[in-house]
């Protein structure tokens, strides 16, 4: 036959669980807020990427239109809209340079930071 045996414990949550709880709740929601500027970020480089690749077909300001269009759809700051275009001939390349900074507040916690993103690819 089995038997439970009930501690003094039964039914209530040790308090070491509800700190725990209560540290992990803080550390989701501030990963939230600065998650979505790095998102962001990754979203505008996969822009970047995917224009510079398609460089030797389009101008230089079919790029810049894409670009800013882009930057307007993800809700970045106007220095975003401002590439840097840059084509070599040795070697045959286009460098892309893109950054804006970004202010990620949160309760009790304000950051600053400016995202940065160089692309090269070849022509």
Known sequence: MVTMRLGRRAGKLPIQFLVTLAVLGVL????????RGFLKY???????????GLASN?????IRR???TKATELQLPSDAQRAT?????RPR???IIVSWPD???????RWAHTYRTEVRAPL
């Open 103 to 109: 202010t990620i507040t949160l309760p009790f916690y």
């Open 85 to 89: 275009i840059q084509r070599r001939a």
């Open 58 to 62: 389009l101008t230089d300001d079919d």
């Open 28 to 35: 989701i929601y501030y990963g939230i807020g600065a998650g």
């Open 93 to 95: 390349e286009i460098v």
């Open 66 to 68: 894409r670009l800013r």
């Open 42 to 52: 990754y979203q505008m480089k996969d822009e970047i990427r995917a224009q510079a």
